[in-house]
Nanobody, 121 residues
Framework: VQLQASGGGLVQAGGSLRLSCTAS????????MGWFRQAPGKEREFVAA???????NYADSVKGRFTLSRDNAKNTVYLQMNSLKPEDTAVYYC????????????????WGQGTQVTVSS
């Protein structure tokens, strides 16, 4: 499956952004869909993910502020980010996988190109 992410940008602390990730090439509804992020000098970290059937799963650092949703009819997954903090600044990647842990990057087979999110203080 091919993934195209969009929606990043520059926002002040406390603001909101919505990221989108559109998939093509395979049956989207079968895939686990996740968002990861990587800040400069840091490892890629889990942000949020959702399988085709279960409730979303969130990192503790974003719980209560970020909401993941998916629209299988549009082959798109969204990440609504509210109450953004400077520490949320990173390149955000969407990912798709057919099995394994939702929180482990190694269990995802396909990755989008990344979209930059910058939160100013």
């Amino acid at each position: 499956v091919q993934l195209q992410a969009s929606g990043g940008g520059l926002v002040q602390a406390g603001g909101s952004l919505r990221l989108s990730c559109t998939a093509s090439g395979r049956t989207f509804s079968n895939y686990n869909m996740g968002w990861f992020r990587q800040a400069p000098g840091k490892e890629r970290e889990f942000v949020a993910a959702k399988s085709w059937s279960n409730n979303p799963n969130y990192a503790d650092s974003v719980k209560g502020r970020f909401t993941l949703s998916r629209d299988n009819a549009k082959n798109t997954v969204y990440l609504q980010m509210n109450s953004l903090k400077p520490e949320d600044t990173a390149v955000y990647y969407c990912a798709a996988g057919l099995s394994g842990s939702l929180r482990e990057a190694r269990d995802y087979d396909s990755w989008g190109q990344g979209t930059q999110v910058t939160v100013s203080s």
